[in-house]
């Protein structure tokens, strides 16, 4: 069974700082990989997803994660911050293969907030 | 283009009573999922449509919860009797595919269950 560890439900940084919110999953095979954000009263939107290929990924607004095989990690950064940015983010796995590839498993979400 | 949508936002119910939820996914998408995220944890997978067949309801929690998607257009979920473990925010989410491209889930705003 595929899990997915979010360290830290809550990150504050100071806007301009830089942003790195950890994510590590757990999976027989390496998985696909996505990070999401929820902004106040909407629905999740997928920042980037990593499949295969090149491990660093780059995403919307600024946002890119890493894919580490050995350290079973997925960590999403941005190099500054901004008060926008503001949002819960989820992490999320799902099977590279097989029938099931479209579940997705999530960590409980990082709030992440954005000091002035 | 619009996007997922899903009714009502919120929904306040007493312990015993049928509550019935509603998503309408993006037009075109074959592909509807729910997910549920309970105070404090996890987002989880609940079940996949294709079209009006349900493919996957492995993560349903019990009988008292059902899912339709007459028509394979919109899709309604019902609890009931509802409980109070039923409280949580219910999301819906729908792709064009499931696999390689068109593969990605576009999710709606959920909706907030409270039992009492």
């Known amino acids: 069974a595929q899990s997915v560890t979010q360290l830290g439900s809550h990150v504050s940084v100071s806007e301009g700082a830089l942003v790195l919110l950890r994510c590590n999953y757990s999976?027989?095979?390496?998985?696909?990989l996505f990070w999401y954000v929820q902004y106040p009263n909407q629905g999740l939107q997928l920042l980037l997803k990593?499949?295969?290929?090149?491990?660093l990924v780059k995403g919307i607004n600024g946002f890119e994660a890493e894919f580490k095989k050995s350290e079973t990690s997925f960590h999403l950064t941005k190099p500054s911050a901004h008060m926008s940015d503001a949002a819960e983010y989820f992490c999320a796995v799902s099977p590279n293969s097989g029938g099931s590839n479209y579940k997705l498993t999530f960590g409980k979400g990082t709030l992440l907030t954005v000091n002035p | 283009e619009a996007g997922v949508t899903q009714f009502p936002s919120h929904s306040v119910i007493e312990k015993g009573q049928t509550v019935t939820l509603r998503c309408d996914p993006i037009?075109?998408?074959?592909?509807l999922y729910w997910y549920r995220r309970v105070m404090g944890k996890e987002i989880k997978f609940l079940l996949h449509f294709v079209k009006e067949s349900k493919q996957d309801e492995s993560g349903m929690p019990n009988n008292r919860f059902l899912a339709e998607r007459t028509g394979g257009t919109y899709s309604t979920l019902k609890v009931q009797p509802a409980e109070l473990e039923d409280s949580g925010v219910y999301f819906c989410a729908s792709s064009f595919r499931t696999g390689g491209w068109g593969n990605e889930q576009f999710f709606g705003p959920g909706t907030r269950l409270t039992v009492l």
């Open positions: 999976s027989s095979v390496p998985p696909y």
């Open positions: 037009s075109g998408h074959d592909n």
């Open positions: 990593y499949t295969t290929g090149a491990t």
